[in-house]
């Protein structure tokens, strides 16, 4: 049935019920006009609202074509996104962002669900943007994703004057600010999780803070990436940094205002940010880029082109260069100063290209010249000079033709640079400062002499050829291999009666050369280089010549191999450089049952730095890899599908120092990999899922002198089949432990599942433990597991479970002795406390982490005369426990439901009549989740929060009551940790009193009934877990405040 709502001046709320496909959308719009459900109720439901000066910009989801429906949806405003709801399945669909247009309008169709949907544009309002005081402060709405709790620094500040942000592979962890008030130093608050650890000074009110700018993905929950912007410089971007594509970028900045302030919302990560600005004094510094800092500053040189960069004139000197050149030119520089580290000017590129580092002794040696030269789109070639050297052209040397620039002043050094770059260095200029009293060595440039010479990039080198020289190097030859073919290179620079050094490559052992190291000193009038180094993937081949001048090098990439050399010679070796190419990967093809859809993680990693596997009934659900690539970690994607029931253990790999050098499993008929383990250079993981029997088919991944960096295969609901892609190991890398899979004894055991655990016996062993046996409730009989192991004299270690305690957490260590597996010790934590550890830890841990509302309902694993080894079959907790809702009668029936972590915000406002509504904010699987506005609205009364310090503060009751008026009067909510005042009014003896509460459990969901007031007040309750804090007020304390502790 097709529906159509028609074109609104704007969408006001967005309501939409889901589970794996989307039942129903409903749309408010304008300022109350609500349109119809279209489709029918869903199990899981969720609400938005849009600020006033908010419009959604583009709609994006996923739908199955075979059975038209959606199965996700994904909104965009101009300010935050809303989203993913549903699951990601079938082909995508979108409404994409139109220029100064929202979306104001849905059409489509539906049935009992949602069968496909589409939208109505219209203009945005022109006017809209931040709220202006009376005071000339500008306030800027959060940029971000949605959730978290409000945070809020204020506005009445001079300035900023710190800036401190800690970064995760999710994105920014959190930012605190210092600020100047009323000439007093001011820490703003902490938001997000853990302790910060980058910090911005800014030299208030000298610089101060004019914008900030970061993105965030659509799929994300966290600000992935931010950077700030002051008068003097710009800052280096923290966290990750932005790449375009399909993620979403910000800016807050007002022209002629500075940032005063910051406000936004944060969870355990930062989920937005938003500035307060105010007027620039007419004393404020000038901006960047005119000197303000007494810098002389000179224009970029260079070709025009590409985006603007300034590293500011706020350094007291340069203390390293970083340049990569390619074919083309300089891909990128990237400078490093007394006070601060520049961004990258530029990007990676060309994959062959070269870096070369220069280092700089500040503050004895400083810069105080630049020379370059461009002929088309990007500097060809670069070289820097200081009072003590100066270094070879990097990229390539000037021929005469093209434009040639200088970047100097003299008795001035340079203390920053700025310019313009794309994917290459367009343009570079500098800011220059007066040399204090020690004089520089006079400027004049040196004479270069050589002509350029480029052997171009190859398969690999074969063979290397050194003429040394009295003090030099005096030329150099290469032998490469190109296909089935050898390439004998010709000779740079001029041999002498000393003759050659010379080395061959070992091919059949895959030797690759990873680094070159070279010196360099003028002698006379040409630059010489004086020693060369060649590093491989095997060994150290050098130092040749004698190591005099300052060195240059092409320093080892992760994966890549220098291919080529290139440089500048005459009679004697000017200059040197090489060219990077990839070292040939080694792919083994996906071994295991047939079917399921391919997978590829790809070969371009670093390393692998976490494995995830969840295992279950019929064997391995999932898999998936996180890796570290160009120095950056990737979080990898979950191939397969992750079961209601089974295991999920996680092995953490200690990259660079450990990496992963084979992978064993083995299947069956049922063309799903059973069981699976991971060896490293270091450690051998247990068999996660079953332990191979000798009955299905076993397969090792595992190529000798390589490490594994990336993986494939194919999967459907469980893992089908699993591949991978070798490189080779670097010559530093930590000996290899044998790789012969060590043999596992013990008979496989299976205790299954059931209601909960209600006993737990361990044997104790010399080495370990002896055995296990298990008790268990099933319905209203008790159900006696059998002896897995064999008890020695030692005797058992038990405890028994209480009604409402779960074991919801397992921490095992296994070690290898002789011949065998064996557990050595064993740690059980429940929803109450932590029983263990039993036994000695020592070996490799194992853990088998808590799931939100899980259990640990039963135990499988291998045993003969000992433990051999132990997992768990998870099963949900118990049915949440529903308390009727208390309060007067009548209203509207309203319910928050109970599938929540726990409360993490409450706000209650009161009038003279009582309590007038109610809202909740909660956490639900990790994320948060803002409730609904539950009784009427107005503006005479007083209004309350409770912030709740989620997890470690939980709700555990509520206490109320009402009057003959049918209104609830007054309302007190207690936490393991503290009880807080009554809102509203408090009991004075007259009406009906009210409790909610049940005994080791706390709140995780609210449900009641209101109209203009609030009616009455019901709770879920779920059983506390053990990590939750005791409560820390005493009865005196509670009687002080007129509480009674006992209610």
């Known amino acids: 049935m097709s529906w159509d709502d028609g074109t609104a001046r704007k969408v006001k709320k967005v309501q939409i019920t889901y589970d794996d496909v989307i039942y129903s959308v409903q749309v408010t719009y304008g300022t109350a006009l609500q349109a119809p459900r279209r489709g029918s109720v869903g199990p899981m439901s969720v609400e938005f609202t849009l600020e006033s000066d908010e419009y959604i910009t583009a709609l994006s989801g996923y739908a199955l074509s075979t059975q038209d429906v959606v199965t996700s949806l994904t909104f965009t405003t101009n300010k935050k996104t809303y989203g993913p709801y549903g699951n990601k399945f079938g082909y995508q669909i979108s409404a994409p962002e139109k220029t100064g247009k929202q979306i104001a309008g849905f059409h489509g169709t539906k049935d009992n669900i949602l069968n496909s949907i589409d939208v109505h544009y219209a203009p945005i309002p022109t006017g809209t943007g931040g709220s202006e005081t009376g005071s000339g402060v500008q306030k800027l709405p959060g940029e971000g994703l949605v959730g978290g709790t409000a945070w809020d620094d204020g506005s009445d500040h001079d300035g900023v004057t710190n800036i401190y942000v800690a970064s995760t592979l999710l994105g920014i962890k959190n930012v605190m600010f210092g600020y100047m008030k009323d000439g007093q130093s001011k820490q703003g608050g902490h938001h997000g999780g853990d302790p910060t650890k980058q910090e911005i000074v800014i030299n208030h009110p000298?610089?101060?803070?004019?914008?900030?700018?970061?993105?965030y993905e659509s799929s994300s929950k966290f600000i992935m990436g931010i950077q700030f912007k002051t008068n003097y410089k710009i800052c280096a971007s923290m966290g990750y940094r932005y790449e375009g594509g399909n993620d979403y970028k910000f800016t807050h900045q007002v022209q002629d205002k500075k940032i005063i302030g910051f406000h936004g919302f944060a969870s355990n990560h930062l989920n937005s940010i938003g500035a307060y600005f105010a007027p620039l004094s007419s004393t404020t510094t000038l901006p960047i880029g005119t000197g303000g800092s007494g810098a002389q500053k000179l224009?970029?040189?260079?070709v025009t082109g590409g985006s603007a960069w300034d590293d500011g004139s706020y350094h007291d000197g340069v203390t390293k260069i970083v340049v990569r050149t390619c074919t083309l030119g300089v891909q990128f520089v990237n400078f490093f100063y007394d006070n601060d580290i520049g961004a990258v000017h530029g990007a990676p590129g060309d994959p062959t290209g070269s870096t070369q580092h220069i280092v700089i002794n500040h503050p004895d040696e400083h810069l105080v010249s630049i020379e370059g030269w461009y002929i088309s789109n990007y500097i060809s070639g670069i070289r820097f000079k200081t009072n003590q050297k100066t270094s070879v052209y990097i990229g390539y040397e000037y021929t005469g033709s093209g434009t040639i620039f200088t970047l100097q002043v003299k008795d001035k050094k340079i203390i920053g640079f700025h310019g313009f770059a794309s994917d290459h260095l367009n343009s570079i200029g500098a800011y220059f400062v007066p040399v204090l009293s020690t004089p520089t060595l006079p400027i004049v440039l040196p004479k270069r002499f050589g002509a350029v010479w480029d052997d171009g990039t190859h398969d690999k080198v074969k063979k290397i050829f050194i003429g040394l020289g009295q003090d030099v190097i005096a030329s150099v030859k290469f032998e490469y291999i190109n296909g089935s073919g050898v390439v004998n290179g010709?000779?740079?620079?001029?041999?002498?009666?000393?003759?050659?050094?010379?080395?061959?490559?070992?091919?059949?052992?895959?030797?690759?050369?990873?680094a070159l190291s070279a010196y360099v000193e003028t002698l006379s009038t040409r630059d010489v280089v004086t020693s060369l180094t060649f590093t491989t993937s095997k060994k150290n081949y050098g130092p040749y010549g004698n190591k005099s001048g300052f060195q240059i090098f092409s320093p080892g990439e992760t994966g890549k191999q220098i291919a080529g050399f290139h440089g500048t010679s005459g009679n004697v070796l000017n200059s040197i450089s090489g060219y990077y190419a990839p070292i040939p990967t080694y792919k083994l093809v996906a071994v295991g049952g047939t079917g399921g859809s391919a997978w590829d993680d790809g070969s371009d990693h670093d390393g692998?730095?976490?494995?995830?596997?969840?295992?279950?009934g019929v064997g391995v659900q999932y898999v998936k890899f996180d890796y570290v690539k160009a120095g950056q970690p990737k979080q990898g994607?979950?191939?397969?599908?992750?079961?209601?029931?089974?295991?999920?253990?996680?092995?953490v790999i200690n990259h660079p120092d450990e990496h992963l050098v084979s992978v064993e499993g083995w299947y069956d008929s049922s063309n799903v990999i059973l069981g699976i383990q991971f060896k490293t250079n270091l450690k051998?993981?247990?068999?996660?899922?079953?332990?191979f029997e000798g009955t299905g088919t076993k397969f090792t991944l595992q190529v000798k002198d390589k490490k594994i960096i990336g993986f494939h295969g194919f999967a459907s609901d469980h893992l089908n089949s699993i591949g991978a892609y070798f490189v080779l190991l670097p010559s530093t890398t930590t000996t290899l432990n044998p790789i012969v899979p060590q043999k596992k004894l013990g008979a496989v055991w299976d205790d299954r599942t059931h209601d909960k655990v209600k006993k737990v016996f361990v044997g104790l062993g010399q080495d370990g433990i002896a055995s296990v046996k298990f008790e268990y409730i099933n319905g209203s009989g008790v159900v006696n597991g059998v002896e897995n192991g064999t008890p020695t004299l030692l005797g058992f270690e038990e405890f028994t479970l209480g009604p409402y305690e779960y074991v919801t957490a397992l921490s095992a260590y296994t070690k290898t002795l002789s011949t065998q597996d064996i557990v050595t010790s064993l740690t059980f934590t429940t929803n109450k406390k932590t029983y263990g550890p039993y036994g000695n830890k020592s070996g490799f841990l194992f853990p088998f982490p808590e799931e939100t509302g899980k259990q640990i309902a039963g135990f499988h694993g291998t045993g003969g005369n000992v433990l051999n080894s132990i997992q768990v079959h998870y099963a949900p907790i118990p049915t949440v426990q529903k308390l009727d809702a208390q309060g007067g009668t009548g209203g509207t029936k309203w319910d928050d439901g109970s599938d929540h972590d726990g409360v993490t915000n409450i706000y209650v406002r009161s009038n003279m009549d009582g309590i007038q509504y109610v809202s909740f904010d909660y956490l639900k699987a990790g994320q948060p989740k803002q409730g609904a506005h539950h009784g009427g609205s107005g503006s005479r009364g007083s209004k309350g929060e409770i912030a709740i310090n989620h997890p470690d503060e939980q709700v555990v009751s509520v206490e109320g009551w009402y009057d003959s008026a049918n209104v609830i009067c007054g309302v007190r909510f207690r936490t393991n940790q503290k009880i807080y005042d009554y809102m509203g009014y408090k009991f004075d003896g007259t009406g009906t009193k009210f409790t909610l509460k049940v005994q080791d459990k706390k709140i995780i969901g609210f449900h009641g009934f209101a109209t203009n007031q609030l009616i009455s007040l019901g709770a879920y309750f779920a059983p506390l877990s053990s990590a939750t804090a005791p409560p820390i007020v005493t009865p005196k304390e509670v009687e002080a405040k007129g509480g009674d502790f006992n209610s």
């Open 684 to 691: 051998t993981s247990d068999y996660l899922g079953y332990e």
């Open 490 to 514: 010709v000779e740079h620079g001029t041999p002498t009666l000393l003759g050659f050094e010379e080395f061959t490559l070992e091919l059949g052992l895959d030797e690759y050369i990873t």
């Open 299 to 302: 224009g970029a040189q260079g």
């Open 608 to 616: 692998v730095t976490k494995i995830t596997v969840r295992t279950g």
């Open 637 to 651: 994607t979950l191939h397969g599908v992750h079961g209601s029931r089974g295991s999920t253990r996680e092995i």
């Open 206 to 215: 000298d610089e101060h803070l004019v914008s900030v700018e970061g993105w």
